[in-house]
């Protein structure tokens, strides 16, 4: 062997070596389709609310209350300039108040057109991931005058949220109406 093959014949050694010790790449996973949205608790009920449908998250503002309109509308407050309308949601669907304290509650502010109201819930998770094959189109045990604003549902870990849709509810007409009669 000549001096100049030495080398080259030490680097082909050393690259031959190396591939054969170098373990493979790691194999390659489906990417998953996720899907989200707000969580909420309403009646001891999980919800999601699509993503782009609420546009802020606050603690109960402090308000005023409004005389001359339904009994679901709570008051109305001051949030940076803009007068925003607070809706008690369980009150709204006539449903039960959860044992969870006042501070819990949360408002969902939702704003479509020149529609700007806040949704008062018990409570809220943050952001929530579903896999799109977990998606469920009629999620049981949804009260009947809910039902209407719920647009299917994601199971996650033996949970079921269901999707509930805020466009929906400010097209209802009750929900626009508030003025008592």
Wanted: charge should be negative; hydrophobic fraction near 45%; proline fraction near 5%.
């Amino acid at each position: 062997m000549s001096a100049q093959a030495a080398p080259f014949a030490v680097l082909t050694d050393i690259a031959r070596r190396s591939k054969s010790l170098a373990s493979g790449l790691p194999a390659q996973q489906e990417a998953i389709e996720l899907w989200n949205g707000i969580g909420f608790t309403l009646d001891g009920q999980r919800y999601v609310a699509p993503m782009g449908e609420v546009v802020e998250i606050l603690h109960v503002p402090r308000y005023t209350h409004v005389p001359g309109v339904r009994s679901f509308m709570v008051g109305a407050a001051n949030v940076r300039g803009r007068l925003l309308p607070l809706i008690d949601l369980a009150h709204f669907f006539d449903l039960s108040r959860s044992s969870r304290s006042q501070r819990e509650r949360r408002v969902l502010v939702i704003e479509r057109g020149d529609l700007f109201s806040g949704l008062v819930v018990d409570s809220v998770s943050g952001m929530q991931y579903f896999a799109m094959e977990n998606f469920i189109e009629e999620p049981a045990e949804t009260p009947d005058i809910v039902q209407p604003f719920v647009q299917g549902g994601y199971r996650r870990n033996e949970e079921i949220w269901k999707v509930f849709s805020t466009f929906a509810l400010m097209e209802d007409d009750r929900f626009s109406d508030v003025a008592q009669w």
